[in-house]
Structures are given as C-alpha cells and as structure tokens.
C-alpha cells in the first residue's frame, strides 16, 4: 500500500474528527460566561467598620472615667499625658500591638478632645 499525500490527509482528517466527537471537554456542558466589563464589581464598604469603635476588651465604663478624671488636670499635666500616650501608641503599633495601640489612640482622644 503506497501511503501519498491525499491518503495521508484523509487519515489526518478522520483521526482529528475523532479526537473532536470523543473529547469530552468538548462535549462538556457550557456555562454561561459574561464579559468583566459586565460584571458588577461592589467595592467593600468601610462604613461599619467606623461606625463601631476597635474592640480592646477595656469597657467604656473605664473611658469614661478616663475622661473624668482627665478633665479634672492642668491643661500641662494633660498635654505631657498626651505626649507619652501618643509614644506608646507609635510602640505599640510599631511592634505590631494593634489592640495594645488602639488603646491609647483612644486615650489620646479623649485628651484631646478636653478644652
């Protein structure tokens, strides 16, 4: 049997159509796709993450007394409080003390928040 060129793609041709029917990822069942231009991208929103103060596991009862007691300072006395706080709160966030700065974030507020 003498194989030529025509012969040859013949047998191309069945071989290939063959892969093609008993492939199954061809007969696999299509899902719809959309386009990313049409999907609807929601950006996360934050408002409820400001909306509730960091959680420290200090009660408010204790920022609250805070407030009262610092009120009750000279305004030196508050403004050396304020520096040493904001000291600890830039350790603290440095060493990766997240809760331990949020704390004294919260200090530094209410002392700043004191006219």
């Given at each position: 049997m003498l194989i030529t060129s025509a012969n040859l793609h013949r047998v191309l041709v069945v071989v290939l159509a063959w892969f093609v029917i008993s492939s199954p990822s061809i007969a696999?069942?299509?899902s719809p796709y959309s386009l990313p231009s049409q999907?609807?991208?929601v950006p996360e929103t934050r408002i409820q993450q400001q909306q509730t103060p960091p959680s420290t596991g200090i009660s408010e009862a204790y920022?609250?007394?805070f407030a009262k007691k610092a009120s009750a300072l000279q305004p030196?006395?508050?403004a050396d409080l304020q520096r040493s706080f904001?000291?600890?709160r830039d350790?603290?966030?440095a060493a990766g003390k997240v809760d331990e700065a949020?704390?004294?974030n919260r200090l530094v507020q209410i002392l700043s928040s004191i006219k």
């Amino acid at each position: 049997m003498l194989i030529t060129s025509a012969n040859l793609h013949r047998v191309l041709v069945v071989v290939l159509a063959w892969f093609v029917i008993s492939s199954p990822s061809i007969a696999a069942e299509l899902s719809p796709y959309s386009l990313p231009s049409q999907q609807r991208y929601v950006p996360e929103t934050r408002i409820q993450q400001q909306q509730t103060p960091p959680s420290t596991g200090i009660s408010e009862a204790y920022y609250q007394q805070f407030a009262k007691k610092a009120s009750a300072l000279q305004p030196s006395q508050r403004a050396d409080l304020q520096r040493s706080f904001t000291q600890r709160r830039d350790q603290a966030y440095a060493a990766g003390k997240v809760d331990e700065a949020q704390h004294y974030n919260r200090l530094v507020q209410i002392l700043s928040s004191i006219k």
